[in-house]
């Protein structure tokens, strides 16, 4: 079995700051990819943020410059630096981690996170 938890949201003024935390566990082999995806109430889920076993990271646009996204591989724990945050920041975060949890098994498979909500008042 594998378990993301997540931690670290809460309520910011909007221009504060806050960082979010998702560590992997269980039967892990390897994690390719791991990566926040929020969703605001009635719209859908959509990416954040991704980062690859090697460091490469991508954004979506509307966090570019504000949100940092950075992975601890020995701890199998991802993290998510959000600063000059805006009420439009404001959704359910979740964590995604792309892995084998077997050395045999062919393919990736996606787990998600339980979600944290993320607040921010104007």
């Known amino acids: 079995q594998v378990q993301l938890v997540e931690s670290g949201g809460g309520l910011v003024q909007a221009g504060g700051s806050l960082r979010l935390s998702c560590a992997a566990s269980g039967s892990i082999f390897s994690i390719k990819v791991m990566g926040w995806y929020r969703q605001a109430p009635g719209k859908q889920r959509e990416l954040v943020a991704t980062i690859n076993s090697g460091g490469t990271t991508n954004y979506v646009d509307s966090v570019k410059g504000r949100f940092t996204i950075s992975r601890d591989n020995a701890q199998n724990t991802v993290y998510l630096q959000m600063d000059s945050l805006k009420p439009a920041d404001t959704a359910v975060y979740y964590c995604?981690?792309?892995?084998?949890?077997?050395?045999?098994?062919?393919?990736?498979?996606?787990?998600w996170g339980q979600g944290t909500q993320v607040s921010v008042s104007s």
């Open positions: 995604k981690a792309s892995m084998r949890s077997k050395w045999y098994d062919r393919d990736d498979r996606d787990y």
